[in-house]
C-alpha cells in the first residue's frame, strides 16, 4: 500500500493540464460491447478504474490496446467470449453494472454481480433493472448475481424514479440496439452523459436531449465503430480549484470547458478569489483567507457530490461558518472525521454537516475511505501548519491521474511512499 507525505503549508502557482473525465470514459468503454467494429478513444486518462474497467472487459474477451502516452485507447469486443461481469471484479467498481445493458442488447444474455454498497452508500441498481425489465429483459436475482436475458429489447417509455447517472447510461446503451423508440423520463443531465450519447451517436445511434432529463434513442440494427475524444474530467479541475483556494496562489487549469463547471465556479466565486473564466481553460487567485460557502448537493445542474468533500476542506479553515447538505448519498461524510484530526471543527446531524471555519489546520496522520473524500484530505494536508501523512491513496488513484506530481509541479510538497 501506498501514502502520501505532505509538508503544508504551500502556496500554488502555475499551470495544471485537466485529463479526461473518469465518469464519461468508463461508460464509453462499455459501449464497445454494442458494436463488432473497434472504437478508437482519444484523451483516456489513465486511472485505476479504467484499468478496472479494461481488465473486466478483458476477461470477457474484448481485446483492447492503451497507450497512457498518447491517452489513445482501442478495444475491440468481436472476440468476446462470456458475458459475465464476476463479483471479483465488479466489488472493485460499482461502475462494472455498465456492462448490464450492452451486453444484454448485443448478446440478449447477461450475468453481472450485484455490486453491493460501498464506503458512501448502499448504492442500490433497482432502477438499472426496473428500466431493462420495461423494455423486455427477463432478469433474476440469484446468489447476488443480475442474470439477465431477452428474445430482443423493444424501446419504451421508461420514468426513472430516481435520477441515476449510470442507470441512465445503462438505459441509454441498452435502447440503441432496441426494436422501436425509448423515451427515458427523468434521466440525469451530467456532462459525462452528454458524452457518452455523443460517442453512440458517432457509432450510428439515433439519440436526442442527452443533457436534459428526457432522452429519446430510436434503436438501430446495428451500430459501427468510431473515434471519440473524452470530454474533460470537470470533477478534477473543481479538485485543482478547491487547492488553491484552501492554500492561496495563482494557478491556470487548461484543457476544461467552464460551461461544465457553471455551478462550481457559482460556489467557488463566494469564497472571495479572483476568477478568470477564459472558456477552456480557468485562471484562479486567492490571495486571502476564503469566506465560508454553503451549498446542498443535488443532480445536475445542481451542485455535485463529487466535489462536496473538497469544499468541506476549503470551508474547513475559512472565515465564517458553513452548512452542507448531502443529498444524494447517505453516507458521505467518511472524511469529516479525518479532517477533524487535522483540526478542522465540524459537527455532522443526519444529512447536514457544519463547518466552522479555523484559521489554520494542522498536520496529521489521516486516511482516506473513498475518492473524492481523499481528494478533499490532500486539499486540507497541503494547506496545513506542519507535516500529514494520508493512508490507502489507492483510493486517490482511482479517479485523479499523477495528483502528486500535478500538485508537486504548482508548488506543493507531496511524497508518494510505500507504507
Ligand atoms: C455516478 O455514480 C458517478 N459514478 C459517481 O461518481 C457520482 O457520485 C454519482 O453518479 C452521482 O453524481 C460514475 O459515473 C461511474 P447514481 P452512480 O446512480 O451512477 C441512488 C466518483 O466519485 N440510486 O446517480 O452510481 C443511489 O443510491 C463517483 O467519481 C438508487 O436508489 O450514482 C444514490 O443515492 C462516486 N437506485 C443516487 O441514486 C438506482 O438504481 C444517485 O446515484 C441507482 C441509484
Known amino acids: ?33 454494442l458494436t463488432s467494429d473497434t472504437i478508437e478513444i482519444s484523451n483516456v486518462p489513465k486511472l485505476r478504474d479504467v484499468s478496472t474497467m479494461l481488465s473486466l472487459l478483458g476477461e470477457m474477451g474484448a481485446s483492447f490496446k492503451f497507450d497512457p502516452l498518447s491517452k489513445i485507447c482501442e478495444i475491440n469486443t468481436d472476440s468476446l467470449f462470456s458475458v459475465e461481469a464476476s463479483y471479483d471484479l465488479v466489488k472493485t467498481m460499482r461502475a462494472s453494472i455498465l456492462v448490464l445493458g ?60 430516481i435520477i441515476t447517472v449510470t442507470g441512465t447510461e445503462n438505459l441509454m446503451m441498452a435502447a ?43 434503436g438501430s440494427k446495428k451500430l459501427s465503430g468510431c473515434k471519440h475524444e473524452i470530454v474533460f474530467d470537470r470533477i478534477e479541475a473543481g479538485t485543482y480549484l478547491c ?25 467557488l466565486q463566494k469564497f472571495g478569489g479572483e476568477i478568470f473564466d477564459c472558456g477552456t ?34 470551508n474547513a479553515i475559512a472565515r465564517g461558518t458553513a452548512k452542507i447538505r448531502e443529498n444524494i448519498f447517505e453516507n458521505r461524510f467518511m472524511h469529516v472525521q479525518e479532517l477533524q484530526r487535522l483540526g478542522a471543527m465540524i459537527k455532522v446531524k443526519a444529512s447536514t454537516a457544519t463547518i466552522t471555519g479555523v484559521e489554520n489546520l494542522r498536520g496529521a496522520n489521516v486516511m482516506a475511505t473513498d475518492l473524492r473524500a481523499s481528494a478533499g484530505l490532500v486539499i486540507a494536508a497541503i494547506s496545513a501548519n506542519g507535516n500529514s501523512s ?30
Do not use: W
Not at 507525505?5 to 464497445?32: H, R, Y
Not at 485562471?283 to 462536496?308: C, H, I, L, N
Not at 500535478?406 to 510505500?418: D, E, Y
Open 102 to 161: 450492452p451486453l444484454l442488447a448485443r448478446f440478449g444474455q447477461a450475468k453481472v454481480s450485484l455490486p453491493g454498497g460501498c464506503a458512501i452508500g448502499q448504492r442500490p441498481v433497482d432502477q438499472h433493472i426496473k428500466g431493462l425489465r420495461q423494455m423486455g429483459a427477463n432478469i433474476k436475482i440469484e446468489d447476488g448475481y443480475i442474470i439477465a436475458e431477452t428474445t430482443g429489447l423493444k424501446g419504451t417509455t421508461i420514468k426513472n424514479d
Open 243 to 267: 487547492a488553491v483556494a484552501a492554500c492561496g496562489g495563482d494557478v491556470l487549469l487548461k484543457n476544461v470547458n467552464t460551461l461544465n463547471m457553471k455551478m462550481i465556479i457559482k460556489k
Open 176 to 218: 440503441c440496439l432496441a426494436d422501436g423508440e425509448t423515451l427515458i423520463e427523468n434521466a440525469a443531465m451530467e456532462p459525462e452523459i452528454v458524452d457518452l450519447a455523443s460517442c453512440l451517436r458517432s457509432m450510428g445511434a439515433i439519440i436526442f436531449g442527452d443533457g436534459t432529463n428526457k432522452i429519446s434513442i430510436h
Open 390 to 419: 494520508i493512508d490507502r491513496i489507492y483510493h486517490l488513484d482511482r479517479g485523479y491521474e499523477q495528483m502528486d506530481r500535478k500538485l508537486n509541479s504548482i508548488g506543493a510538497s507531496v511524497q508518494r511512499i510505500k507504507s
Open 281 to 314: 481553460s480557468i485562471r484562479v487567485k486567492f490571495s486571502k483567507r476564503p469566506e465560508s460557502v454553503s451549498f446542498d448537493t443535488a443532480p445536475f445542474p445542481g451542485f455535485p457530490t463529487d466535489m462536496q468533500a473538497q469544499f468541506m476542506a476549503v
Open 1 to 33: 500500500m501506498e501514502k502520501f507525505k505532505i509538508c503544508g503549508p504551500s502556496k500554488l502557482s502555475g499551470e495544471v493540464i485537466i485529463g479526461g473525465a473518469k465518469n464519461a470514459t468508463l461508460p464509453v468503454l462499455c459501449s464497445s460491447i
